[in-house]
């Protein structure tokens, strides 16, 4: 059999190699596999990568060899996968950034064996606009996603108090990720400083369970509430990507009553989904992250905010927490939208190739 397939996905041609290579050893994983798997996800996927610089994650030899971050787009590229340049004040030049805005460029991706895609948390034309606020939420072992559950719901419930709605996602390691859509006008400047409050405002009413500081050398059975992730120059892990662990695991929108349900039965594994699973679990529920790109909110106005005032923020930031009254109602929530079928849509199973 051929070493290399040519196929047609929305009239771009393109050519895989090595679809029977094994990238994920411990489960026989292999490149047409992942390249199916984001050929069938793409409905829900592009949507949240459209118009952001992209970071790939490349893992040539497999999951379980040497990897490397891929910002500069390759010069190897077909002509119809578009690029933006984004100034790099640290390289002191324009770093030409993959836009994964289509069906063919993302099965290029993957065809490059770009596992994990790690989009911009702002649209490439207004660059120093964030689109969402983001809570990486790590637990320090012995802890696991279960006390990243408890920490979740505890982040959710001041959230409500501003009126703003927050979505949760596993991050397809060992933790989970909550995202509070914003999709309004504002800076690093603004949500920085706020999420760096709302971590020092858990840290110090749950000194227990809570780390806002990420030296290893305290996170030890705690939960270390990433903040630092709201910044121009870092991207989190996108929801629906792969994630390169030991199985083929999913960053996963998840509901906040699966996270209520993790958290009474004390059960990680219920937050575990691999790629087949997450693609029935579209099928059936559709995108549950879509309001996360739809949603336009407003983090409240405190002062302090733009300063980096951190501590300052915390304490209004309590203040409003624990008033009286009860939190505002939330609004009302729209109904996923369930992917169309993908015209580009690839079969590998019986795809022979050499490695």
Not at 60 to 75: C, L, R, S, W
Not at 85 to 99: A, C, F
Not at 151 to 172: D, M, N
Request: positive net charge.
């Amino acid at each position: 059999m051929s070493t290399e397939q040519i196929v047609e996905i929305d009239g771009q041609r393109l050519k895989l190699t090595n679809l029977d290579k094994v990238l994920y050893p411990a489960t026989g994983f292999t490149k047409g596999q992942i390249i199916d798997y984001y050929a069938r996800i793409a409905p829900v996927l592009v949507p949240h990568l459209k118009d952001r610089p992209l970071t790939l994650k490349r893992y040539p030899g497999g999951v379980d060899q040497e990897f490397f971050f891929e910002k500069n787009a390759t010069k190897h590229r077909p002509d119809w996968v578009k690029t933006v340049p984004i100034w790099s004040e640290g390289n002191r030049r324009d770093v030409n950034y993959i836009l994964a805005n289509d069906l063919p460029t993302l099965v290029w991706i993957a065809n490059l064996a770009g596992i994990e895609l790690h989009p911009s948390l702002s649209y490439s034309k207004d660059i120093m606009c964030p689109r969402q606020l983001v809570f990486d939420l790590d637990p320090g072992p012995p802890a696991n996603i279960v006390q990243c559950c408890q920490v979740a719901l505890w982040l959710r419930t001041i959230f409500e108090h501003f009126q703003l709605e927050s979505f949760p996602k596993t991050s397809g390691s060992k933790g989970l990720q909550i995202y509070v859509p914003l999709n309004t006008k504002t800076s690093y400047d603004e949500t920085k400083p706020f999420a760096h409050a709302m971590a020092r405002l858990l840290e110090n009413e749950h000194r227990d369970l809570v780390v806002s500081d990420m030296k290893k050398a305290i996170r030890t059975n705690k939960v270390f509430v990433d903040w630092s992730q709201n910044d121009e120059h870092k991207t989190t892990v996108s929801v629906y990507s792969l994630r390169a662990r030991e199985r083929p695991t999913v960053s996963t929108p998840v509901t906040w009553e699966e996270v209520e349900g993790t958290l009474k039965k004390r059960d990680a594994g219920m937050l575990v989904f691999e790629s087949h699973q997450v693609l029935e679990r579209v099928e059936k529920m559709g995108d549950l992250f879509a309001p996360v790109i739809q949603l336009k909110q407003k983090l409240p106005k405190l002062p302090g905010i733009g300063e980096g005032r951190a501590k300052a923020i915390a304490t209004r930031l309590d203040i409003a927490a624990q008033a009286d009254g009860e939190p505002r109602p939330k609004a009302a929530k729209k109904t996923p939208s369930k992917p169309r079928k993908s015209a580009g849509r690839l079969s590998a199973r019986k795809r022979r190739q050499k490695v």
